[in-house]
């Protein structure tokens, strides 16, 4: 999944957690149905998102290059090449033969890595050698020979469809990924509309609950795609602190203020979060 993306599905994952939070935050904890469903809608995209990049894994369009690769390297060293050496032998030693002016030029090695162009020239072999086919048997060739062949160059003729589809497949799940974020986008500001006015309306509690829905929602820079990039999203459950006392909050201020306390931070490792460069979905 390209950086981009990843960011923009990030930041729609947190604001999926913090919306199926047990409990959710006071001001959120009755919402409309409507509200509810728009909660519902927003991870069904995040998991159709998840099954479009398991199709955008470039390893997916490697694999075929490389079986592509294969398949045109076999036609060459195992067929053309000895089938060309094999004519060449039969032109000297059959000099009384009725054979054709050009025969050595019947097996054409194409200087292009083109695959068109080899599967051509292996095809105009096919065609050109069968008439002859006793004469390299009689050299030493399979009798299967020209089966063989002709399998060798169907293969390279499957591998370079499956390279195309595979990579037809990863440019269309980069297009879909891209409509699917820009409809999590719109989702995420409507669920913005509800979570704000509720969140005004409830002076005690909406504040602290506004504050973690604009953390939720802010799409941070990331470094590089993290392993549960494309894990599905489950609801969490968060347990309340509880408040307290004065005599332990004095007691903690006294122990912070003498004994010093390396930060911890809680972003996932792949996110750097750094306000100058922050964006809002």
């Known amino acids: 999944m390209e950086l981009r993306q990843l960011n923009a599905l990030e930041a729609a994952r947190r604001v999926y957690g913090f919306l199926t939070t047990t409990p959710l935050p006071p001001p959120l904890a009755t919402m409309d149905p409507s509200f509810t469903q728009l909660v519902q809608t927003l991870g069904t995209l995040i998991t159709s998102v998840d099954t479009d990049a398991a199709t955008q894994i470039p390893g997916n ?3 075929q290059i490389a ?5 045109a390297k076999t036609l060459r060293s195992t ?3 000895p089938l060309r050496k094999v004519a ?3 032109l000297k030693s059959n000099a009384g033969v009725n054979l054709s002016p050009g025969f050595p030029s019947l097996i054409h090695l194409p200087e292009t890595h083109n695959d068109q ?3 051509a020239a292996a095809n105009a072999v096919v065609q050109n050698i069968t008439p002859y086919k006793d004469l390299f048997i009689a050299k030493g060739m399979p ?4 089966d063989q062949f002709t399998a060798a160059v169907n293969t390279l003729v499957q591998s370079a469809e499956s390279q195309r589809s595979a990579k037809t497949s990863q440019v269309s799940a980069t297009a879909d990924i891209d409509r699917l974020l820009k409809e999590i ?4 500001h409507l669920l913005d509309i509800n979570v704000v006015r509720e969140c005004k309306a409830d002076k005690e509690n909406g504040p602290a609950a506004d504050a973690a829905w ?5 799409i941070r820079r990331a470094t590089t795609p993290t392993p549960s990039s494309t894990a599905t999203p489950k609801p969490t459950t968060t347990v309340s602190p509880t408040p307290a006392s004065p005599a332990t909050s004095a007691t903690a201020a006294t122990s912070s203020a003498t004994t010093p306390v390396a930060s911890q931070s809680t972003a996932p490792s792949s996110i750097t979060s750094t306000t100058p460069g922050e964006s809002h979905a």
């Open 117 to 119: 162009a080899l599967v």
């Open 67 to 71: 079986a592509r690769n294969g398949a």
């Open 185 to 188: 986008r719109d989702t995420i």
């Open 79 to 81: 067929y053309l090449r």
């Open 61 to 63: 369009t490697k694999s």
């Open 88 to 90: 060449q032998i039969i």
């Open 143 to 146: 009798a299967t020979f020209l």
């Open 214 to 218: 604009v953390s939720a929602k802010r």
